[in-house]
């Protein structure tokens, strides 16, 4: 059975810095692997796909890489901001088709103005 | 576009009655649907799969009895939390697919406080 952790459960930085974001995933047989932003008591805001033939995904401030054979992805955000402050979300997907997302606890980032 | 609604967006209750929610693709047909649970500080946990027209597949340790799940048409499905209990307070989010597409895309989820 799928698992996968997010390192770490909680981040709080100064605005301005560059973070990395980590996720693992026991099984990498994966399809592929999503990035979301959840603000609290909210619904989930895609930030980044990867396909498992793909090696990184960038939008903007941020870039998701996947290392597939060992089970990890980072996400980096560059020059953080106060509105970054949100959970983050890394969930996979195992087979292609109707398969549902395996999620991570997230990670709860705080930007410091 | 892609856009996935869900009704209500908060619901209380009290112990032993049903509630419904509601889970709609505004902008494309849904051939699959999924419904998920987050519980404070937890991860989605996938409860069940849907397809339009037939029944739904449901994750273990879900009750098909409690939750009944509908996809009667390609863009609604309901979830039916039957005889709740405060133990069924959660944060229920849905999420649509698209085949050709094979992404999800995730509704605003329904905050379910039981009483």
């Known amino acids: 059975k799928q698992e996968v952790t997010q390192i770490p459960a909680a981040l709080s930085v100064p605005e301005g810095e560059n973070l990395v974001l980590n996720c693992s995933f026991t099984?990498?047989?994966?399809?592929?692997l999503q990035w979301f932003r959840q603000d609290p008591g909210k619904g989930l805001t895609s930030l980044l796909l990867i396909q498992s033939s793909q090696r990184e995904q960038t939008s903007g401030r941020l870039n998701a890489s996947l290392d597939k054979s060992s089970g990890r992805s980072t996400l980096y955000i560059a020059a953080s901001q106060p509105g970054d402050s949100a959970t983050y979300l890394c969930a996979v997907k195992s087979g292609g088709g109707a398969d549902g997302l395996t999620f991570g606890k997230g990670t709860h980032l705080i930007i410091q103005p | 576009g892609a856009v996935v609604s869900q009704h209500p967006s908060r619901v209380i209750c009290k112990s032993g009655t049903s509630v419904k929610i509601e889970c709609r693709s505004l902008d494309f047909q849904a051939t699959t649907m999924f419904w998920y649970r987050q519980f404070p500080k937890q991860s989605l946990m996938l409860m069940a799969t849907s397809n339009e027209g037939s029944k739904a597949t449901y994750e273990q340790g879900v009750e098909k009895d409690k939750f009944l799940i509908n996809h009667a048409s390609l863009t609604l499905s309901t979830l039916t939390v039957t005889s709740a209990h405060p133990e069924d307070s959660s944060f229920y989010i849905c999420?649509?697919?698209?085949?050709?597409?094979?992404?999800?895309?995730f509704g605003p989820g329904t905050r379910l406080l039981v009483l």
């Open positions: 099984d990498s047989a994966i399809y592929n």
């Open positions: 999420s649509a697919m698209y085949r050709a597409q094979e992404t999800q895309y």
